[in-house]
């Protein structure tokens, strides 16, 4: 037993998965600090905050990153060390240019920025994307290499460090909203500096970079931005709509706790995922389509069977989540017909429908399909735009935002299926057989102690 533990902490899926629920896990608690500790008002900048430090991201990282996982898992010495050089390069020019555009804007708007729910971002984003800029190119890269143990450790570190100094600042210190932006700054270039002293941001392989290299990044980077950009803003639109709609920054501090539950339903999602896309990727480039269509299968039917059942929880316990994670000032609060519990039980039907969502998307990339991928996405967008603004404006109702989900979701999935099965058949069956079988060697690795365990095939 104790070898087949080892085997299990020591596999790639479970390193990924512990990744994803640390960092999950205190980025939960320590919302729910904050949503506790602060005034509306300024939960409410906090949560455009992060919602639009979260939106930039995506574009820095985007152009670069699911490019060098999948053009690494294939490439030798030389090959690895120009494509990290190159991550670095174009990760560190665009951060500079999105940088200056934020200062610029909030010098010639300062006014209108500084009385809006938007000042936090403009004022300290551009300094923060600096800052985190190392510890995230650390990331991707160890992403790349399948390394999870130190992708592990980076996200403990810096995910650690701000919950800490969120609960001794719930004790002790009772900052306000903007020194706790201080504080993440502050945290967030501890964890760089790490990344650095330890050579995990490739930070010293810059000079490798050349044309080829970046031509290579910035091919499937072009799409794969719009693909990672329409992503996050499938996740924060909703935030943003509300934030500009007559509903007000009440709405949006409200509207941030049912999707800060719909987190829990994507810990194993994204962990999961991490591991799919270099597998993929590999065998796609080694021409093995069967392989690509028999992992697809395997992801989509496992974690479909796993979500069933964090769906079910997360509807019946509804209420209960809420006050775990806001206490009770939200739960009887009605804002233009919000009922935060109904919301909760209808973004929990939204869990069940988010496993083939993306795992056609990471299929579409793993081909050489990021053209498609952002296509698919980008319909996906319009969609929930176009659902969101009937929803605040024509109906007034947040349940109606909740909804849209569910019908961009499902437009996603129909895109993404119609386009794989011109490179492979995509069966319901055959992801269900594959579902049990997994689940069955699963079982039976587990209770018979068997020398090897691994959650999926590479």
């Not at 729910?117 to 995230?136: E, H, I, V």
């Not at 932006?181 to 050579?199: E, G, P």
């Not at 706790?257 to 065998?283: D, G, N, V, W, Y």
């Amino acid at each position: 037993m104790y070898q087949l533990v080892l085997k299990i902490i020591k596999e790639d899926n479970f390193l990924s998965l512990a990744g994803n629920l640390i960092l999950a896990i205190l980025g939960f608690a320590g919302f729910a600090l904050l949503a506790r500790d602060l005034e509306t008002d300024s939960f409410a900048k906090w949560v455009l905050f992060i919602s639009g430090g979260s939106l930039v991201e995506m574009l820095r990282f985007g152009i670069t990153n699911n490019a060098l996982v999948r053009f690494l898992s294939g490439a030798n010495k030389k090959t690895k060390e120009q494509l990290i050089g190159s991550n670095v390069l174009i990760s560190f020019i665009v951060t500079s240019l999105i940088a200056i555009i934020l200062i610029a804007i909030n010098h010639f708007f300062h006014e209108s920025i500084s009385n809006s729910g938007y000042s936090l971002f403009f004022t300290w984003y551009p300094l923060l994307a600096f800052l985190n800029l190392p510890w995230n190119n650390a990331l991707i890269v160890m992403q790349a290499k399948m390394e999870y143990g130190k992708i592990l450790l980076i996200k403990a570190i810096n995910s650690g460090l701000f919950f800490s100094f969120l609960l001794v600042n719930k004790i002790v210190l009772n900052l306000s909203v903007s020194e706790i932006v201080i504080i993440l700054l502050v945290v967030n270039l501890f964890t760089s500096l790490v990344c650095i002293f330890k050579n995990w941001d490739g930070l010293k392989l810059i000079r490798k970079a050349n044309s080829s290299s970046n031509k290579t990044l910035l091919n499937f980077g072009k799409y794969s931005t719009f693909t990672l950009i329409g992503t996050n803003l499938l996740r924060n639109a909703d935030i943003l709509i509300i934030s500009i709609s007559p509903l007000g920054s009440s709405a949006v501090a409200l509207f941030s706790i049912p999707l800060k539950l719909t987190e829990l339903q994507q810990i194993p999602l994204r962990s999961f995922a991490a591991t799919a896309f270099p597998k993929m990727s590999k065998a796609s480039i080694e021409g093995k389509v069967k392989d690509v269509q028999n992992l697809f299968n395997t992801y989509s039917g496992a974690l479909t069977y796993l979500f069933f059942f964090i769906s079910i929880i997360t509807f019946v316990f509804a209420e209960e989540f809420v006050i775990l994670i806001s206490g009770y000032q939200y739960i009887n609060q009605d804002i233009a017909g919000f009922n935060i519990v109904r919301l909760v039980q209808i973004l929990s039907v939204y869990g069940l429908l988010l496993p083939i969502d993306r795992m056609t998307g990471i299929a579409l990339d793993s081909i050489n399909q990021p053209k498609i991928n952002a296509l698919k996405v980008i319909v996906m967008l319009v969609t929930n735009i176009v659902g969101d603004i009937i929803a605040v404006y024509i109906f007034k109702s947040l349940e109606m935002v909740a909804i849209s989900t569910l019908v961009f979701t499902v437009a996603g999935i129909a895109l993404g299926s119609y386009f794989l099965n011109k490179e492979f058949l995509i069966s319901s069956l055959e992801i269900v057989n594959s579902a049990n079988t997994f689940y069955k060697t699963l079982w039976n690795k587990a209770f018979k102690h068997k020398s090897e365990f691994k959650l999926f095939d590479k």
